[in-house]
Every structure is written in C-alpha cells, then in structure tokens.
C-alpha cells in the first residue's frame, strides 16, 4: 500500500527494535523516513533495509535527552523536505531497580530520555504540523504505564506521564487537523526484553490472552493505521498493543 507517498516521517529510535520495524513499516507505504538515534551504524543499517526494500530514508544521530539538538534536527528535517507529516516517539529506556534502592540518575535517565526526550522532538514538530494544518504524532507508551510494575517505577512513571501527554495533546492540537495517539505495547521480543529468562517468559505466557510474545511487525501494524487514512478521525487513544497482557 503506498498510501503515505509524499509524506515526510521522523521515527525517533529507529536503529533497532521496534523504532526500525517502523520506520520499515512506513517506508514500505511511500513516506520518506528520517530515522533517528544515537548508534550510527545501526541507523545505516536501518537505512540500508529500506533503499533496499525500494524505500526512501536518511538517518540522523542525536540523543533525544539533548533539547537543543532535538529542535536542531527537527528544523533541518523541515528546511529539507518542507514538511514533517509523522512523528513517531518512539526513542525509550530501562533502568530497572526496586524503588527503594533507585538512584536518583537511574530515575533521571529514564525520564529524561523517555519523557523528556518526547517532549524536546514533539514541540518544535508540533509547529511546524500546526503551520501545515496536517500531522499525526505516536507516542510508544507501554502498559506498565497503566499496570505498574515493580521494579520500574521509573520507566512506569514516565510511560504513564506520555498517555497524559497524549491526551493533552490530542485536544490542543485536534482544530489543527492534527491526531495524536499512544500505543501501549505488552512484551515485544526486542533487544529490551532479551533480558527476560525463559521462566519469566514462561509465567509471562500464562498472563496473555494470546499465549505468544508480540513482535516489532505487530507494533508497527499499529502504527501504520494511525498514521495511515484510515486513522484520520482516531485521536487520543491509548491503543494496546499487549496480547492482552492489560485488558
Ligand atoms: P530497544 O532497546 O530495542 O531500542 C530502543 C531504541 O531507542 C533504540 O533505537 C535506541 O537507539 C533508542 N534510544 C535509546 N536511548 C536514546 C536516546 N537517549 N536518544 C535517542 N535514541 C535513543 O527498545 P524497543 O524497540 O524494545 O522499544 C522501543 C520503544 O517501545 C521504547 O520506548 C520502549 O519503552 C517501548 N516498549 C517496548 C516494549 C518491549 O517489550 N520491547 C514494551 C512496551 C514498550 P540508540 O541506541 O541508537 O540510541
């Protein structure tokens, strides 16, 4: 299907895991993909599937905690193809710890890249989307952001604050012919949940309505219907992507 052609799209963690299997996703339907992150290999890497798949992309490096070269890359993403039509927030980490033992970077970090970081690339693409009167914004929540999870008050509390940002946002911008929606994953099989040992993953099954480990293709599935026409009157929605882990 090549119904985002012509559409410009900013995927933020794009070098592996679900933010590649996006970007993938959306290059495969027509838009052009700016894919982000830190490692600049693996964005090349990313970017290499897509020309070879047929698709258009680039890669910028930069690390979403950094304001100033969130705004940067946004501008120069805008200066260069004259429009930012989709904005995936998906860029997030992990720093697990029971909440009595956390230190205080090991909660920052995760704020600041997973909130944070949302908040630095969001702004800047809001305006110009504004000035468009046209864009979609995803945020990657989780649903530890509404079950909790002990051991990731941290991460818990930062994905919890984006379905907050979502909403608020899905009511600022909606006049502006702008859609702004969260997916709240379950467990993906991804470099973040390699960790897990297979008795976790085993009493993990037992929690799915659908005994199965979700995949990166079903999170951008997801994504390409918001993003896509058919998600035109979809906003603010905090849409499971779980196997029904949370129901
Ligand atoms: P991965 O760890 O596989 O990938 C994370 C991505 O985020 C990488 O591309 C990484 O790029 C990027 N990233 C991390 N820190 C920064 C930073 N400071 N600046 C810019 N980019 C950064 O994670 P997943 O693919 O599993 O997860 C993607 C999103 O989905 C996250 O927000 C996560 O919280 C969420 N999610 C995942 C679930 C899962 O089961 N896997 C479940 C629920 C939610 P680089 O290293 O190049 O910077």
Redesign the pocket.
Known sequence: MADLVGQVAIV?????????AVARKLAAQGATVVC????RE??EETVSMISAAGGAAEWV?????DGVAARETVREVHQRHGRVDILV??????RDQIFVRMKPEEWRDVL???LD?VFHVTQPAAKIMMRQRSGRIVN?????GMMGNAGQAN?AAA?AALIGLTKSLARELGSRNITVNAI??????????AALTDAQKETLLTALAIPR??T?ED?AEAVSFLVGPGGSYVTGVVLNVSGGLYI
């Open positions: 933020t963690g794009a070098s592996r895991g679900i933010g590649r982000t992150g830190r490692n693996a964005l490096s930069f690390d979403v905690s927030n998906n860029a997030g980490i992990t600041s890249v997973d970081g990657i929540s989780s649903v530890i991460y994905k709240a994953p379950g467990y993906i099989e991804t470099e973040m949940t480990l979700g990166v999170v």
